[in-house]
């Protein structure tokens, strides 16, 4: 059974810090997935990544993926208060093309 | 941009009714799934959907049913409704080939008094 776990749970960061969220998953994948939820919200696709040392970036916001480690990490940049919100890993169960299994998210709080 | 659809944004039941959610995507996709969302268990897949009149169960069927008699809408039924189906009801459809980039509906919450 593929588990997947994030760390931190909660976050709580002041603007124009740095910090990174982890996601490690248990068996063999190298599909993963980043997704922003804001309160009340549905979930926004922020990345995909799709192979061993896959680095993407969008904006304050950088992800990359280990499959070798079956880790990825979600990097924040001198965090704003608008990046406060929800984000989620999922990743996709290997040999399967449609099922996802998603950590239970990251609430991370940015404050002035 | 795809577009995900869901019938209801807030929903009041009472235990024993039958329920009906509705999500509707309009981009074509031969993939659609049902997720509840409950704080601190994030996602879990109920059923999913790749093709009309296909399905499969996810973590977690008990209690659920799902129908897709057309390509653009899947439905979920709560045959009765109890009090621990209270939740977010999140739906998602995904294209063939996609890299399983899933879409996702505004969800609707469920209360079930």
């Known amino acids: 059974e593929l588990k997947v776990e994030q760390n931190p749970l909660f976050l709580s960061m002041q603007e124009g810090k740095n910090y990174t969220i982890y996601c490690n998953y248990s068996?063999?994948?190298?599909?993963l997935y980043w997704y922003r939820q804001d309160p009340g919200k549905s979930l926004e696709s922020l990345f995909v990544?799709?192979?061993?040392?896959a680095v993407k970036q969008e904006g304050r916001l950088m992800a990359s993926l280990d499959t070798k480690a079956r880790l990825s990490t979600l990097h924040i940049t001198a965090a704003v208060h608008d990046l406060s919100a929800t984000y989620f890993c999922?990743?996709?169960?290997?040999?399967?093309?449609?099922?996802?299994?998603f950590g239970k998210g990251t609430l991370l709080t940015v404050n002035p | 941009d795809v577009k995900v659809t869901q019938s209801s944004r807030y929903l009041v039941k009472r235990t024993g009714e039958k329920v009906f959610l509705e999500c509707v995507q309009d981009?074509?996709?031969?993939?659609m799934f049902w997720y509840r969302q409950d704080p601190g268990l994030g996602l879990r897949l109920i059923y999913f959907?790749?093709?009309?009149?296909?399905?499969e169960k996810g973590d977690i069927p008990e209690g659920y049913s799902v129908s897709r008699e057309k390509k653009e809408r899947f439905s979920l039924i709560l045959e009765s409704a109890s009090t621990n189906q209270t939740s977010m009801y999140l739906c998602?459809?995904?294209?063939?080939?996609?890299?399983?980039?899933?879409?996702f509906g505004p969800g609707t919450r469920l209360t079930v008094l």
């Open positions: 068996t063999t994948s190298d599909r």
């Open positions: 959907s790749y093709d009309v009149k296909m399905k």
């Open positions: 998602a459809s995904m294209g063939a080939g996609s890299y399983n980039e899933q879409f």
């Open positions: 999922a990743v996709a169960l290997g040999g399967s093309n449609y099922k996802l299994t």
């Open positions: 990544l799709l192979s061993n040392g």
């Open positions: 981009m074509d996709h031969e993939n």
